[in-house]
Every structure is written in structure tokens, then in C-alpha cells.
């Protein structure tokens, strides 16, 4: 398999990048990061990869990057963090994502400066920009690279070149924290986080999905989200009381299905009606 030389071009302006620098790469282990991570294993002169465990994202992603680093030899930490400790992070404003990442990039710096790293590197790509994300601006403020945005590159690229590499997360859905699930300015708490995470969890092993949200509403009211081609997987009495005697174990009072379908960041939704 070849590259498009329009994409060959931008890959090689990030080995270019890369070379002779000490990085480490902020490391979710989504495809993302994960590109940026063996690209900078292959190219730069030391790499560190940094991946945050705490309760807002599953535990499986956290083996998933522990499985990454491994298989390819890349030095890689594990912090804990517990962004519930920041009461403005609870209460969940807008700009909950710039808190969150404020904070777990300036605990990054900190490792990078005593361990004496050139930069940090974050897998935030072109198609971010779209959407409403303000953590973006805490990359902004804390001097974070974003190859991707530096050269172009957009998600559909990042897994073509993925493919180029033959790198097993080349397909992998894309993942967002479980703060993701709560609409602004209903607090998050770890009874909440806890409840998206086991129902995901139970959604996904049980009906085999690899895409979906459950995203949780005032009155504990569940509102999934799965790819529409499966929709149709769960639709009828059965499943239906499948889901609903297992969500209302975990806490939920109401149980409903969106009839659109996933789409990534459907909690921005309100706020370009708010703008209207």
C-alpha cells in the first residue's frame, strides 16, 4: 500500500518534526495518539508515553495502551488523576474540557520539565475544530503540540496512514471521557460517571457494538446512542427488557433510545441552538 503523495508529504513533515527531539506523547491509546506514539518511537530521539487513569475513562482503554506500548517497546507511565477533587470540573460549565485538560497537561509539564523532555505531544486533529471543544484553547495557553493540526491532517487521514503502518488500531471507534455523557451544568459525581460506565460496558459485551454513548439526563433518564445500521440489533421486546432491567439496576430511572443515532458530541447540539 501506497500513500497519496499529498499525504505522503504530510507524514513526512511530521517525521521531519519529530527528529532529534525528546517527546512524550499524551497517550490515550485511541488511533490518534497512538500514531503519534509509534511515529515517535520510530523517529524522535526518546519517547515517553503518558496516559491518565481515572474515573472518567473505561479501565479496557487503559490495558488497551498498556497492550500498545508494549507490543511496540515504547516507554510508558500511568498517572492517577481525579479531576472530581476541582469543584468548578463538577459543576461542569461549558468549558469543563479546558479545566480538565488544564489540569492534566500542567501535571504533564511537570514531568517533562524534571525529566528534561523538548515537548508534549497531543493527537487533537483537523476534524477537532469543528466541533464546539474548548480544551483546545488549554493547548493553546500551555504551549501543547498538535502535529496534526500543524499539518493538515484529519481523522480519516490518521487512520489511512495507520493502515500504511499496519497498526491494529487503524479501525479503532473513537472514545470521549465519560464527562462527555452529562449535558453542562449538571454536576458530574462519581455515582453518574460510574453508571454511563457500566451501562456502556454492558452494551457493548452484550450486543456485541462497538460504537455507542449513553448519555445521562436530569431524573436519571439514560439516553443511548448506537450507530444506526444497529438500531435495529436491539429493537425489539427482549433486548428491550434486557436493557432496561440492567439500567435500572445501575441507577436509572428512564430508558430510551435515540433515534438518530450516535454522533460525536451530541451534548454540543444545544448550545448551536442557544446561538440561533
Known amino acids: 500500500m501506497d500513500l497519496p503523495n499529498k499525504l505522503e508529504k504530510k507524514l513526512k513533515s511530521i517525521i521531519s518534526f519529530l ?20 511515529l515517535s518511537e520510530k523517529y524522535a530521539k526518546e519517547t515517553l508515553l503518558i496516559t491518565e487513569k481515572s474515573l472518567l475513562y473505561p479501565d479496557e482503554e487503559i490495558e488497551e495502551a498498556k497492550r500498545f506500548a508494549n507490543s511496540y517497546n515504547i ?8 479531576p472530581l477533587i476541582d469543584g468548578t470540573f463538577k459543576n461542569n460549565p ?16 511537570k514531568i517533562k520539565e524534571s525529566k528534561n523532555f523538548d515537548i508534549i505531544l497531543d493527537g487533537s486533529n483537523i476534524d477537532d475544530l469543528s466541533d464546539y471543544r474548548p480544551g483546545m484553547q488549554a493547548l493553546q495557553e500551555l504551549n501543547i503540540c498538535t502535529p496534526y493540526i500543524d499539518f493538515n491532517i484529519n481523522k480519516e487521514e490518521i487512520r489511512e496512514i495507520s493502515k500504511f503502518y499496519n497498526l491494529e488500531v487503524q479501525s479503532k471507534p ?10 453542562y451544568n449538571q454536576i458530574i459525581d462519581e455515582e453518574k460517571l460510574e453508571m454511563i460506565r457500566e451501562g456502556e460496558k454492558f452494551l457493548k459485551k452484550t450486543f456485541n457494538l462497538k ?9 436519571k433518564l439514560a439516553r443511548i446512542e448506537v450507530l444506526s445500521k444497529d438500531i435495529p440489533t436491539i ?13 435500572k ?7 430510551t433510545i435515540d433515534l438518530e443515532g450516535y454522533r460525536s458530541g ?10 440561533k
Do not use: W
Open 75 to 82: 516507554n510508558h507511565l500511568i498517572i492517577n488523576r481525579d
Open 19 to 38: 527528529e532529534g527531539k525528546k517527546v512524550i506523547v499524551a497517550f490515550s491509546g485511541g488511533v490518534d495518539s497512538s500514531l503519534l506514539a509509534f
Open 174 to 183: 473513537s472514545m470521549a471521557c465519560f464527562s462527555s455523557r452529562i449535558p
Open 235 to 247: 429493537l425489539n421486546n427482549e433486548n428491550f427488557k434486557r436493557i432496561t432491567n440492567k439500567f
Open 94 to 109: 461549558k468549558n469543563r474540557c479546558y479545566i480538565c485538560k488544564t489540569g492534566l497537561y500542567n501535571d504533564i509539564i
Open 266 to 275: 451530541s451534548l454540543n447540539e444545544i448550545l448551536n441552538l442557544e446561538d
Open 211 to 219: 460504537q455507542l454513548r449513553v448519555r445521562l439526563h436530569d431524573e
Open 249 to 255: 439496576k445501575l441507577g436509572f430511572y428512564y430508558i
